[in-house]
């Protein structure tokens, strides 16, 4: 299954009074593992960006003048997305943003309609998600980070595609890690199976017949029988029994 998580940063908090995309990061999963496919995009939103929104993000309107319009960006975007399922930290407020983007460019242009995006994308809110595991407490991102010990410090400002990797850690974590098993370049034909905290279990690539197999001693075996005896006095039976194996001999 192929994801992409996704984040977005704005000129300010609703689209229908005019505010615009100015930031847009994504980073592609695929069977549950990160891919190292990005999307990421700055955009010129044609109109100011509120004080309270450059103090969330940091983004002024100086750095952005230079950025292309949507219309620039707007096919390469939506082939990076579409049909993918969207994971998104507050789902409606990204799509939104993103919905009226593509609504204002498709009353301007001759080509194909864009959007909407949850006609052509699942999508999952992770915040939902949260709020379902977690009822009662914060479920920001960064309450979420703390709770799974996913190491945020680099986060001083929010960013599309700093959050969006950072999303996609703690939705990993929330559903289990990432189980997906993975040739290791540098592992020369290990395997490893990582998980939500970053470790990983390495499987060895062994030839048949190279582990050695040992032979109880007797002082092993007599340990072995009189264990087997004392779960039969306290317990009556003896599910060893059962299976046929017997008392080793």
Known sequence: MRQIILDTET???DPREGHRLIEIGAVEM???????????????????IEAEAVGVHGI??????????????ADEFWAFIEGAELVIHNAPFDVGFIDHEFD?????RGAPPLGPVAAHCRILDT???????HPGQRNSLDALCKRYEIDNGHR??????????????VYLAMTGGQTALSLDASGGGERGVAGSGGMAIRRLELAPGCLAVLAPSEQELNDHRAKLSRIREAAGECHWDRMG???PH
């Not at 204002?104 to 301007?108: D, F, V, Y």
């Not at 915040?127 to 595991?133: E, G, P, S």
């Open 30 to 48: 695929v069977n549950r593992r990160l891919t190292g496919n990005t999307y990421h995009q700055f955009i010129n939103p044609e109109r100011e």
């Open 156 to 169: 001083v400002l929010h960013g599309a595609l700093l959050d969006a990797e950072i999303l996609a850690d």
């Open 104 to 108: 204002r460019l498709n009353r301007s």
């Open 127 to 133: 915040l939902v998600m949260a709020r379902d595991k």
């Open 11 to 13: 000129t300010g908090i």
């Open 60 to 73: 002024t309107d100086e750095r952005v003048a230079g950025e292309p319009l949507f219309a620039a960006i």
């Open 245 to 247: 194996e017997g008392v």
